[in-house]
């Protein structure tokens, strides 16, 4: 069965920072009623999240949601993650952020390419371990943090702080852009999934 969600990731925030950043977003998601005050609700797989607030439906576009409908918690992570869109997690190539050509990792009929994804995966868990998580190039040799490689948005984000909404419907581009703004003007990346 599972859930969908939608996942918004700091890409620039540090370890050290992370959790008094995600203290003030959440005051100010609980002072616009957005969410509760408490973690009361469980969050698929992990402890409590906080709850949908009493103006959730002023942050959502709910056109096509049956009625009546309810979201989910939402879940704060303030430690170093590997975020991924769940069955969705299955990019087609990635950008080298030094030569900028595309690491192919299927042929046009998406049969995978034996060996392509391997250092991205071993770059994944170094990432998750706290190393740099470094990806060479194949066209130009040079290596490269993962968190800087493109086309994999909408697959992958790594940050030390990540907010995920669990079964609610689209958040709104202001709401997305107010919530950006919240997060002192740092990178961010955003998906959607499922689990």
Not at 12 to 29: I, N
Not at 34 to 49: F, Q
Not at 54 to 65: A, F
Not at 80 to 100: L, M, N, Y
Request: proline residues 7%; glycine residues 14%; negative net charge.
């Amino acid at each position: 069965m599972g859930d969908y969600f939608q996942s918004i990731v700091d890409r620039d925030v540090t370890e050290a920072d992370a959790a008094p950043l995600a203290a003030r977003v959440v005051a100010w998601l609980v002072a616009e009623g957005v969410i509760g005050p408490e973690r009361t609700e469980l969050v698929l797989g992990k402890g409590p999240g906080y709850p949908p607030g009493p103006r959730i439906r002023e942050v959502v576009d709910s056109t096509g949601w049956g009625e009546p409908w309810q979201g989910g918690p939402l879940d704060v992570e303030v430690t170093r993650t590997v975020f991924d869109a769940g069955q969705g997690a299955d990019p087609a190539s990635a950008g080298c952020p030094r030569c900028e050509r595309d690491v192919e990792f299927h042929e046009e009929d998406w049969e995978e390419i034996p060996g392509a994804w391997d250092p991205f995966s071993e770059a994944l868990t170094d990432w998750e371990e706290g190393g740099e998580g470094l990806v060479r190039c194949v066209h130009c040799d040079g290596s490269s943090p993962l968190a800087d490689w493109t086309g994999m948005d909408g697959c992958f984000a790594f940050g030390n702080l990540g907010f995920t909404f669990w079964g609610w419907p689209d958040l709104t581009a202001a709401f997305l852009a107010e919530f950006d703004r919240r997060l002192d003007g740092h990178r961010t990346a955003f998906m959607s999934g499922k689990l």
